[in-house]
């Protein structure tokens, strides 16, 4: 089944325009041709009732013989050039003993039918509307004793024909008021929602190599400002993620050449001539070690991944990081005193995690801190508990490392110096990590390095009482 296309949000807003228009002038339409209407039926009223109040002086007047005679000739006098008023004026009989313009009364009010309901009729394509009244005669005229009938007729076909032409006047303006504003309404939407086919038309031009493109604020109206705005940061976000992506891949490759080139080279050498057991044994013993480090990475690697999809475990234990930090302090024990380097722990706090990852995220803390500390120096892990946090601080001197590089410290693949890359024997990941497992917990890593001192400091919320 074929789908019609939807209405474009420019012509809904025109039709609406139109609709709203039209029924507001359709409104006041009514309401000003009932007040004309009602207007010209009270004119009409009025001049009825002026002429019945005339009829009933010039009969009231008729009290001789000879003024009876005379009332035709004066009702003709009176109305003179009224010409749209018809008079049918008849005795207790029903005769009739005067009339004017009878033709405009339908045949069956000459015949002494009574008007119909509301005084309204037609005739001949001419509209009337007529009353009726009794008048008593005074005695001695000669008129009789029973009371006169006067059958009033009264021509308003001039205001039929005004409220037609109005009722078409009208019409023809709500639809032509409909019509503009509908083009108006076509018109201002159109202009209004010119933001809206700037963010299709930037939309459509996006790509990898064209994500820096962004949308002018200035010019948008307020309704859209907040869209344009949101549809900056989403690009902002969108370039800032491929890049990072991008960074990454590059990291990946870089990181990988080495340990790839360094079996390449060692099976080459390997095979370029025939050589003893323990040769083979040795160049296999060196291969296994870059096979541990690549594998090492790419562990590291898929735990970040994890991280960022927020696919890691969700902490639910309490985990005393005094148990934590004097646990590894006593694992690392013997590599300190080698390197000449002494650990102390102080200070208790509870939180609430996961044991073997907090484990993780400290563990590349102090290491990180040994390698870099040199020897006689001390490396010191502080615990603290807060109103609502525990703060846990590994301090160790040494090198201090520069401002410009503390910013980008917990990225991957990154090291903050020459001098410090020629200490580790990692690749990069172990700060990347700290912060992804603080970060699993809601809490924060941060790092100060000053006057040969260099401080890690972790955040995370207080274990529930």
Known sequence: MKRSM??????????????????????????????????????????????????????????????VEALPQRLDEAFVGHDAVAVLLRDAEGSAIYALHAGQFAAAQIEGVPLPPGGVWARDGRHYIGREASLVPPAGGGMGDGALRVLLGLDVSHHIHFLDEVRNRLWAGISLSAVVAALLGWLAAHKGLAPLRRVTATAERLSAERLGERLAEGDAPAEVRELVEAFNGMLDRLESSFR????????????????????????????????????????????????????????????????????????????????????????????????????????AAEVTGDRLMLRRALANLLSNALRHTARGGTVEIAIEAGADCATLAVRNPGETIPAAELSRIFERFHRASRERERHGEGAGLGLAITRSIVEAHGGRVTVESAAGLTTFRIELPLAAA
């Open 244 to 347: 990072r992506l991008s960074d990454f891949s590059a990291d990946i490759a870089h990181e990988l050449r080495t340990p790839v080139s360094n079996l390449m080279t060692q099976t080459e050498v390997a095979l370029s001539r025939a050589r003893s057991a323990d040769e083979y044994r040795e160049v296999l013993a060196s291969n296994l070690e870059e096979y541990e480090r690549i594998a090492r990475m790419v562990s590291d690697m898929l735990f970040l991944a994890q991280a960022e999809n927020g696919r890691l475990p969700r902490p639910e234990e309490t985990v005393a990081l005094q148990d934590e930090a004097r646990a590894l302090a006593e694992f690392y024990e013997a590599l300190a005193e080698e390197q000449g380097v002494a650990i102390t722990v102080r200070g």
């Open 6 to 67: 939807p209405l474009s949000l420019t012509a809904r807003l025109a039709l609406l325009f139109a609709a709203l228009t039209a029924s507001l002038l359709i409104v006041v339409g009514l309401v000003m041709g009932r007040a004309v209407e009602g207007h010209f039926r009270e004119l009409d009223e009025h001049e009825i009732a002026g002429k019945l109040r005339l009829i009933e002086n010039l009969v009231r007047r008729a009290d001789t013989p000879q003024d």
